[in-house]
């Protein structure tokens, strides 16, 4: 294992999307059991502040609601013996109306895991000729390892998507490849609708730790969107 992550136990980190309009919390919380996820990020949680509160046994819930309508969200779900902190919001991210992001940190017991959580959505429901701080999105800590996953709306044949491949694709492959981060998505469609089937969400992980990261989808979930495990060979803070 790598020094700066050396093999204690298995980490386990899941992403999932659209799980508040078409999958019960019930639902996510057996698959969270059932797979022993460690983390969760979840994408267009769909919540407002007049939603009721949730319960999530065994797990802190991290809500970050999109605010200004009822789409988008965001959310952590995170057992309840790790240790993190909640980080900020790079403000070139912040002031962006068409990203919704959440980032925290995992103590390590020598480096810190960052996991950033992303939601865009499709290109249509965003301002024509926007450019998204992709960038500072990729971007990565030298003290840190970091995974970075969401649905991102975008199609390329880099993450193996059967979408058509757009400009949002093409930009954001080469920004990937630009950056610091390695794709994890595998060969294997992340949403499917009865029109057919794509890979609109994508994970991302440092160079030290790839080679100790696995990804797979899993159609558990009521949902379009499947949820991909994510298990990573970590020491971790509990």
Known sequence: ???????????ETQETS???KSTSMAEL?????????HVAMVQETKLTDKSKDISTPGYSFIRKDRGKDKGGGLAFLIKDNITFHNLNT?????????VEFQSISIHGQQ?????KNIYIPPTTSCQNGHNLPLQEILSSNADSNTIVGGDFNAHHANWHSNGQEESRGRILADE???SDLGILNE???TRVTSQGSSSPDITLASPAILPYTS?????SLNSDHLPIIIQLKADITT
């Open 176 to 178: 990937i490849n630009n």
């Open 111 to 115: 480096d810190n895991l960052v996991l």
């Open 29 to 37: 919380m057996h698959l969270l059991t059932t797979e022993n996820i």
């Open 1 to 11: 294992p790598p020094h700066h992550l050396p093999l204690h136990h298995q980490a």
């Open 90 to 98: 790079p403000a070139t991210i912040k002031n962006d109306p068409n």
């Open 187 to 189: 060969n294997a469609d």
């Open 215 to 219: 990804w797979r989808v899993v159609p």
């Open 18 to 20: 659209t799980y508040a």
